[in-house]
């Protein structure tokens, strides 16, 4: 069965970090693209993050993280991770993982984890 296990979700002050991970099994962790993606209360779920395990690691950041999070793989525990440093309230959602194939577009046919909630306080 294909599984993504998203965790390292908590509560944080502002200025804080916190470090997600993605356990991912069950399919080809290699020819996949990792995504993270938010959803905050009352908002769309927008993408934060990718890294393509198809080539060197090629990554992508929305300009809200950019500078703050960072995104790895590690391929040999099949493991993407989120560093996210200099939390701000506005950061406060639930992070998801997704794998798709090539892209990193959030699709519902990616393979998506169940999600782990951030909550950054002021």
């Known amino acids: 069965d294909v599984q993504l296990q998203a965790s390292g979700g908590g509560l944080v002050q502002a200025g804080g970090s916190l470090r997600l991970s993605c356990a991912a099994s069950g399919f080809k962790f290699d020819d996949y693209v990792i995504g993270w993606f938010r959803q905050a209360p009352g908002k769309e779920r927008e993408g934060v993050s990718c890294i393509s395990n198809l080539d060197d690691g090629t990554t992508y950041y929305a300009d809200s993280v950019k500078g703050r999070f960072t995104t790895s793989s590690d391929n040999a525990k099949n493991t993407v991770y989120l560093q996210m440093n200099s939390l701000k309230p506005e950061d406060t959602a639930v992070y998801y993982c997704?794998?798709?194939?090539?892209?990193?577009?959030?699709?519902?046919?990616?393979?998506w984890g169940q999600g782990t909630l951030v909550t950054v306080s002021s």
């Open positions: 997704a794998a798709e194939r090539f892209l990193c577009s959030g699709s519902t046919s990616a393979y």
